[in-house]
T-cell receptor, first 111, second 113 residues
């Protein structure tokens, strides 16, 4: 059974700082990995999708990496802004095609 | 292009009452998912449809939950009767092809009193 862990559970940083969110998973037989953002009371916004054959994906100030052999992914946010404050969720899609989510990292970027 | 649409956004009911949630996926997306998200947790899959066929409903509590996607487009998730523990956010998502990116709707926040 796939298990996804996100560390830290919460993170508070000053504006402008570069930061890394971590995601680990127990079963390396994955199809893809997806990072989401969730604002309070809202649905999930897809940030990046990394296929199992890829090592990383970039979108603007975001960069996500995938290391299947070690069961790890990181989401790098450059030059953080207060608008980046949200909960970030990592999700793994395996053979069953459902997404298995971590509990998320709640990020606060202070002005 | 419109995203995944869900209604209602909020619903408050008393326990033992029925409730239904509606989802309209992104146009052309054959795969539709219903997820349940409890406070402070990541979403968990309830049911997955490929067109009108429910291909994974192993985590749907079938004694009180039901779902349908009659024409392979819109879907409805029903709870009857609702229990206090059903209070959560119900999220709908859709995807175009196997393994493709999943796109989520805004969710329905259910409160059972």
């Amino acid at each position: 059974k796939q298990e996804v862990t996100q560390i830290p559970a919460a993170l508070s940083v000053p504006e402008g700082e570069n930061l890394v969110l971590n995601c680990s998973f127990t079963d390396s037989a994955i199809y893809n990995l997806q990072w989401f953002r969730q604002d309070p009371g809202k649905g999930l916004t897809s940030l990046l999708l990394i296929q199992s054959s890829q090592r990383e994906q970039t979108s603007g100030r975001l960069n996500a990496s995938l290391d299947k052999s070690s069961g790890r992914s990181t989401l790098y946010i450059a030059a953080s802004q207060p608008g980046d404050s949200a909960t970030y969720l990592c999700a793994i899609q395996g053979g069953s095609e459902k997404l298995v989510f971590g509990k998320g990292t709640k990020l606060t970027v202070n002005p | 292009e419109a995203g995944v649409v869900q209604s209602p956004r909020y619903k408050i009911i008393e326990k033992k009452q029925p409730v239904a949630f509606w989802c309209n996926p992104i146009s052309g997306h054959n795969t539709l998912y219903w997820y349940l998200q409890n406070l402070g947790q990541g979403p968990e899959l309830l049911i997955r449809y490929e067109n009108e066929e429910a291909v994974d409903d192993s985590q749907l509590p079938k004694d009180r939950f039901s779902a349908e996607r009659l024409k392979g487009v819109d879907s409805t998730l029903k709870i009857q009767p609702a229990e206090l523990g059903d209070s959560a956010v119900y999220l709908c998502a859709s995807a175009g092809d196997r393994g493709n990116e999943q796109f989520f709707g805004p969710g329905t926040r259910l409160t059972v009193l």
